[in-house]
């Protein structure tokens, strides 16, 4: 059982830039591939990025590639989201999830554990 807490989100203006955190119970974190998704107001659940256990794979959606990066420090049992050049279109309760399959995927199915999320705003 692998319990997920999101943190870091908030209000920023557009341009700006946020870090979100994702802390992970349990001792096998680095057994899991994690990824961000996001859920916009009347919108579905949408990939966002993944990593790989050891870091090996990085994916992102097209629409935050270059703008944004996942990493994770085993160590820490913790995810990163780097969030920069952020635009009103980013606004999002952001989730992290958790898949024991080794690379993850952009599908919600492949994930195991979710977070409550985090609220990002973006204002123009």
């Known amino acids: 059982q692998v319990q997920l807490v999101e943190s870091g989100g908030g209000l920023v203006q557009a341009g700006g830039s946020l870090r979100l955190s994702c802390a992970a119970s349990g001792r096998t974190f680095s057994s899991y591939a994690m990824a961000w998704f996001r859920q916009a107001p009347g919108k579905t659940r949408e990939f966002v990025a993944r990593?790989?256990?050891?870091?090996?794979?990085?994916d992102y959606a097209d629409s935050v590639k270059g703008r944004f990066t996942i990493s994770r420090d085993n160590a820490k049992n913790t995810v990163y989201l780097q969030m920069n050049s952020l635009k009103p279109e980013d606004t999002a309760v952001y989730y992290c999830?958790?898949?024991?399959?080794?690379?993850?995927?952009?599908?919600?199915?492949?994930?195991?554990?979710w977070g409550q999320g985090t609220q990002v705003t973006v204002s123009s």
């Open positions: 990593i790989s256990r050891f870091t090996i794979i990085t």
């Open positions: 999830a958790a898949s024991q399959g080794g690379s993850g995927s952009r599908t919600e199915k492949s994930y195991d554990y």
